[in-house]
């Protein structure tokens, strides 16, 4: 998308947005192009951001232990009767 260095000072949060998200946007001064915004970091292509999570997931997995059934979770809180102690 191209947009002139005058509109661009009302909506530069959501260039630098859009420049972030991988879309080519460039700065015009008097109808010509004078600046492109890119992002410092390349944005990850859709399988490199699937195999992230499927690390993470993974890891995850390794580290999780069984907790207490969550319907018993607070039984501590309860004497014989049901009651609060």
Do not use: C, N, W
């Not at 390349?42 to 195999?51: E, G, L, Q």
Request: no cysteine; net charge positive.
């Amino acid at each position: 998308m191209k947009v002139s260095v005058t509109e661009a000072k009302a909506q530069l949060t959501e260039l630098v947005r859009r420049a972030e998200a991988g879309d080519d946007v460039i700065l015009t001064r008097h109808g010509h192009a004078a600046v492109r915004l890119v992002p410092v970091k390349a944005v990850p292509d859709r399988k490199s951001r699937r195999a992230l999570i499927e690390a993470v997931r993974a890891s995850s997995a390794k580290k999780a232990t069984a907790g207490p059934d969550a319907a018993r979770s607070q039984d501590f809180l309860y004497g014989e009767d049901g009651l609060p102690k």
